[in-house]
Structure formats: C-alpha cells, structure tokens
C-alpha cells in the first residue's frame, strides 16, 4: 500500500495523505481522520511512528492549537498573524536540529483530546498558542503537559512558561502617534470576539489618550469580526449610524488589529471617505497583508520571529529544560508609519506629498 493507493480512495491529493500521515496542518480534521482511518484499515505503516524508539530518540516540540474556540479556526493556519509565527516557529527548529509537529484539540472535545495529546506527548516539549485561550483551558492542559510553553498571552497567576506580546505599549504608541499628529476625535474599533491580547490594547490606548485629557466617546466606539479582510457590512450599518446620529465620523480610527484596520479602510472606501486625507486608520501585529492594501497600513509590528525564537529556546536550551522556575516574557512593539495616517483634514495634495516623503 502507497500513500497514492490512500489518497485514491480517500479521494484527495497524495499531499494531503503526507500532511495527514505527518500531522502537520493543511486539511481539515474530518479529511485528517478519514485518510488515518483508510490508512489503517489497509494496513499502511506511518513512517515517523513506526517505532516508540524513534520518537523517543528524534529530536521534536509539538505546536499545539485549540481550534473551534474564538476567532481560532480549523484553518488557523491561513490566518496571516499565526501562518508567519509558524514559520519562525519552524525555521527555529531546524536551525537548533529539531522537527516540528503540529496538534490540534477541537473545542468540542476539550477534554478528551487533552489527555489523547497528553498520552502521545508527554515527554515533549509543547508550544501551545494561547492567543483565544482562558486561565482555565490553559491551566488544565498545563497540568497534563509539563513542559509547556504558552505564547501569545499571558496569566501572571499560571506557574506556566509564557511567551507575550506586550499590547499595551503597542496600543500606546499607536494613540500617541494619533494625537501628536493633531488628532482629537479618535474612534476605536474593537473585535466582537474578546481575547487577553484585545483588553490590554485597549487599557494602552486609553492610558496615552488620558495622558492628553481625551476619552473615546462610546458614539465613537465600533465592534466587528477580526478575521474579515474585506469590507464588512456590520461596520457600515455602524459608521452610517454615527454619520446620522453625530453628524460626521471620527477624525482617525485604532483597530485593534490589522485585519480589523484593512476591512476598515475598504468599508470607508465603499462610504466615499479617503485614507488619510479624510480619516486615518492605524492597526496592529503587523502582518504581510499590511503593506500590499492601498494606502500602506500603519501598524504596531509585532516582533513575531522573536517571540518564536524564545518559545523554542526555552524548551531546547538545557537552562530552560532543568530550572524549575518559570519565565513569562513580553516582547516589546515596533510603531511603524506608513500611509495610512495624517494629520487631520490633510489636503489631497499634502497627502501624497507626505507619502513621497515616506519613501
């Protein structure tokens, strides 16, 4: 039996049996476990686990994500923020000699799929993306996985590694820019979906607002889907409800995400509104999306390759593997100007003299 004879019956690619027989991510886990099934009811031996030898002699961390749960989805994988921390993820390993092996845990089957992934394992190192997870969900998966580390949020009570970003500062730079630049009347975009990661970008962005006497009015105040790089008709209905009820929209906009900022600019381009030069629009993390919409956003870089290089560390590192203390780190933010901010009521023609500056 060929993994050619396993996906002929499964009916997919042969790269999709190699992705199921690997555990990496690329399909869904119904295809997943359709293809593991059709390879063991014909007898196909899986290379990498033919042996508990050689998974116990090679080399490996485990990523490990809980989908179904938040803005977290089967498909995480595509979503631009987790596909580039991935990639560092990886090329961190292969650079220190290890391999990389992907595991999910549906929301549905919390439980039951902790200790499934608990039972295989255990003795690994795990880097568990913590981004849409709760105290709980993380304490109790810690319990059944010691050597854990958590990225992309942080509980200060867990005796848990953890691997943050730090929102705050990177909420604060972005309102200080705003208001330096003249800005008075900010709007906030939140996500209708709420993580760690969004209630401390917001505590950071008021703290530089109140430093200079301002508060977000709740008139000014939108909430939307975070995973939506289009325009969204949610944000219309809410952005032509201000219009009506307070008789213009804010002078600029902070999303607490890039994905947020990005169907922002669009929705407002559908409404006849301008970026900058009637509203500006900043967002946050960064991601490779940022610099391809038109104009280029201006965001908080999130310095993801860093965060990934420290999670591998410290599971590989023999000071990170022995101390029975744990570490919890927040990686600094990088304010990034690009097009997408001016200085309120900027003419067409200071606009795009601004930007010939820029570059």
């Given amino acids: 039996m060929k993994m050619e004879d396993i ?14 027989l690997s555990g990496k991510p690329g399909i869904g886990n119904e295809t997943r476990e359709r293809i593991l099934r059709i390879a063991r009811e014909m007898g196909y031996s899986v290379k990498p686990r033919a042996s508990s030898a050689t998974e116990k002699s090679a080399k490996s961390l485990v990523f490990l994500v809980v989908t179904n749960l938040g ?24 650079s220190k000699g290890y391999s990389l092996i992907f595991s999910t845990v549906n929301m549905e089957f919390f439980e039951r799929d902790v200790r499934a992934v608990a039972e295989d394992h255990r003795g690994s190192g795990v880097i568990l993306l913590g981004t849409n997870l709760s105290r ?40 200080s820019h705003l208001c330096d630049i003249g800005h008075r009347d900010i709007g906030y975009v939140a996500s209708n979906v709420r993580i760690h990661n969004f209630e401390e970008r917001r505590l950071g962005f008021q703290t530089a607002l109140r430093e200079r006497n301002l508060e977000i009015a709740p008139s000014r105040t939108f909430s939307v889907e ?11 209905r809410q952005l032509e409800a201000c219009l009506r009820t307070e008789g213009g929209l804010p002078t600029a906009l902070f999303c607490e995400c890039d994905y947020i900022a990005i169907s ?23 991601i490779t999306e940022s610099v391809i919409v038109s104009p280029e956003l201006t965001t908080i870089h999130v ?40 200085a309120p009521g900027l003419s067409a023609a200071e606009a795009d003299a601004g930007s010939l500056e820029k570059k």
């Fill in 7 to 20: 996906a002929r019956l499964a009916q997919v690619s042969k790269s999709a049996v190699s992705l199921a």
């Fill in 71 to 94: 803005f977290v989805a089967e498909a995480y994988y595509q979503q631009p923020f987790f596909r580039e921390l991935i990639h560092f993820i990886e090329e961190r390993c292969r």
């Fill in 136 to 175: 709980d969900h993380i304490a109790e998966i810690a319990a059944q996985l010691p050597q854990l580390v958590v990225l992309d949020t942080c509980f200060d009570t867990l005796p848990v590694h953890f691997i943050g970003i730090n929102n705050a500062m990177g909420a604060y730079q972005a309102g």
């Fill in 226 to 236: 975070p995973t939506i790089l289009s325009s969204q008709d949610s944000m219309r």
């Fill in 264 to 286: 922002a600019m669009k929705t407002l381009s559908e409404l006849g509104y301008r970026v900058p030069e009637d509203i500006s629009v900043i967002g946050f993390d960064n």
């Fill in 303 to 342: 310095e993801k390759e860093k965060m990934a290089q420290l999670a591998v560390d410290l599971l590989t590192e023999p000071d990170g593997r022995s101390s029975g203390a744990r570490i919890k780190i927040r990686v600094d933010t990088r304010f990034v100007e690009r097009h997408s901010t001016g």
